[in-house]
């Protein structure tokens, strides 16, 4: 059966630059669809230097929620009008709520990699140590999550140590505690004999990348993996840890898991389960585990 766009449709996407990789469209509008609403969801290519003008034409559009990805989720915040507690706390955004013209912000990522390391390493993260590998937009909400969940100590792991080091301290002071630290890459030895989950939170390995100075044979047997890159290619650092013995999945249940988060930030209720994996499935591989 065709889809009817007309007046009544509600409109949600996703901005960002480059956009056309984004698989947000396929699971959002499969969820839409499962549960009969008059909605669509359209990726928007938004250079930097247009953000703002899209914001104001979103806003004047009524456009009712949008994602938000590379390289907006930072520069965004200032072109909103109130921030949930996560989204401040993280210092980044990835879902816009439009409401009668309000612009909310908020931030599913951290949340949706909890919701994936329970789902898919049955991992509990509390009271583990953590290293997550990079500095940049996508360890912001996921750092700030985790530190909320009850973890012992979480190291942000970057090439240029003050880098990480400007992270954690932005994170302390919007209210993380002072488990975080901030190491080089050097430190990497030292850190990951006693590390119990390492998380990639790099774009390293999206076009067959490995991580140098990443070795793997350092964890401990009992460490998991996770990965926040995903595709049709298994990443290096996913074979690595395969080859290691060691439990690891890909970035696919966070996409999913903050998908679903969002969807029911938009709409109230929560797609059906599975419903979002299974549209993916329908493009790639099922998820690594």
Known sequence: MKELIRGT??????????????????????AFRSLGLDSVYVPFAVPPERLVQAVQGMRALGVDGWNVTIPHKIAVMPLLDELSPEAFQAGAVNTVL?????????NTDGAGLVVALERELDCRVAGVKIVVLGAGGAA?????????????????????????QSLVEELQAHGSGQLLKAAGFDALVDLLP???????????GLHGEEIDG?????????????DMVYGPVISPLVQQARQRGLLVC????MLVAQGELAFQLWTGVMPPPDLMYAALRKLHRPPIS
């Open 250 to 253: 890909d970035g696919q249940g």
């Open 214 to 226: 990443l070795e793997l044979a350092l964890l401990p047997d009992t460490a998991k993996v996770y």
């Open 98 to 106: 439009n409401r009668a013209g309000r612009l909310i912000g908020y």
């Open 194 to 204: 006693e590390t119990d989950l390492l998380i990639n939170a790099t774009s390293l």
């Open 140 to 164: 912001r909400g996921a750092v700030a999550a985790l530190a909320t969940a009850g973890v012992a100590r979480i190291t942000v792991v970057s090439r240029i140590q003050a880098t990480a």
């Open 9 to 30: 449709t509600k409109v949600y996407g996703i901005i960002g630059w480059p956009v056309d990789h984004s698989r947000s469209p396929l699971m959002q509008n499969a």
